[in-house]
């Protein structure tokens, strides 16, 4: 190729419609012509250049409407920058800045909402552990009471020992961390916490309740 005229040297065979390897020229069967003039698109019978939509573009729009709970916006932004910068280097045959556009969006949004459902995930998970926590202490309670009536009527007396009801079918859990805070021949007083603050208490007279022993 010689540039300004664009000749094939002589006693070369034509090769087919194509760039140059700069991006500048196509070849269009028969001479080297400028990529930006209308010849480039359609000259002499050659084959038409056809810009193609760049495939990260696609991938970025994808991932972005999809977001994947936060990794796939991340992702898409990331698509999105590589998508830009080769389409800027593509000399204008491939496209999808639109595309990419939206993804960089759409990405936005995701990474925004990922933070916002993870930060009430959290939230609502500490939540969760208190009441299973709660749900604990209740139970053992009930069990501890039922353990201690069940003992009165075999000894004729509430016991102070929490060993002393494992026979009688109450298995002692640390987590719950029962206690037994009175124990005389007509009554018995349990109290447990859940969490730090979530006080609970049992007696033979009001069952399991909030409010402190009488």
Same mark, same amino acid.
């Given at each position: 190729?010689?540039?300004?005229?664009?000749?094939?040297?002589? @006693?070369?065979? +034509?090769?087919?419609?194509?760039?140059? +390897?700069?991006?500048?020229?196509?070849?269009?069967?028969?001479?080297?012509?400028?990529?930006?003039?209308?010849?480039?698109?359609?000259?002499? @019978?050659?084959? +038409?250049?056809?810009?193609?939509?760049?495939?990260?573009?696609?991938?970025?729009?994808?991932?972005?409407?999809?977001?994947?709970?936060?990794?796939?916006?991340?992702?898409?932004?990331?698509?999105?920058?590589?998508?830009?910068?080769?389409?800027?280097?593509?000399?204008?045959?491939?496209?999808?800045?639109?595309? =990419?556009?939206?993804?960089?969006?759409?990405?936005?949004?995701?990474? !925004?909402?990922?933070?916002?459902?993870? =930060?009430? !995930?959290?939230?609502?998970?500490?939540?969760?552990? /208190?009441?299973?926590?709660?749900?604990?202490?209740?139970?053992?309670?009930?069990?501890?009471?039922?353990?201690?009536?069940?003992?009165?009527?075999?000894?004729?007396?509430?016991?102070?020992?929490?060993?002393?009801?494992?026979?009688?079918?109450?298995?002692?859990?640390?987590?719950?961390?029962?206690?037994?805070?009175? =124990?005389?021949?007509?009554?018995?007083?349990?109290?447990?916490?859940?969490?730090?603050?979530?006080?609970?208490?049992?007696?033979?007279? /009001?069952?399991?309740?909030?409010?402190?022993?009488?």
């Amino acid at each position: 190729m010689t540039e300004g005229t664009g000749q094939l040297p002589a @006693g070369m065979p +034509p090769p087919p419609p194509q760039y140059s +390897p700069d991006g500048k020229w196509w070849w269009t069967g028969t001479e080297w012509v400028a990529a930006s003039t209308p010849e480039s698109v359609a000259g002499f @019978g050659g084959t +038409p250049s056809r810009r193609t939509t760049n495939g990260f573009a696609i991938a970025a729009l994808v991932l972005g409407i999809l977001w994947l709970g936060g990794p796939g916006s991340v992702f898409a932004l990331i698509f999105d920058f590589v998508t830009l910068k080769q389409i800027r280097q593509s000399g204008q045959t491939q496209s999808g800045h639109g595309l =990419a556009l939206a993804g960089t969006i759409l990405g936005g949004i995701g990474v !925004v909402g990922a933070v916002a459902t993870w =930060a009430l !995930v959290a939230t609502s998970g500490h939540s969760l552990v /208190q009441r299973g926590e709660t749900a604990l202490v209740k139970a053992d309670l009930r069990e501890a009471g039922k353990a201690e009536n069940d003992y009165r009527q075999s000894n004729g007396r509430f016991t102070g020992s929490l060993s002393d009801l494992s026979d009688y079918g109450y298995a002692e859990n640390p987590f719950a961390d029962v206690r037994i805070l009175s =124990a005389t021949e007509t009554s018995f007083c349990l109290s447990a916490v859940g969490g730090s603050t979530d006080y609970w208490y049992y007696d033979n007279v /009001q069952g399991l309740s909030r409010t402190p022993c009488s």
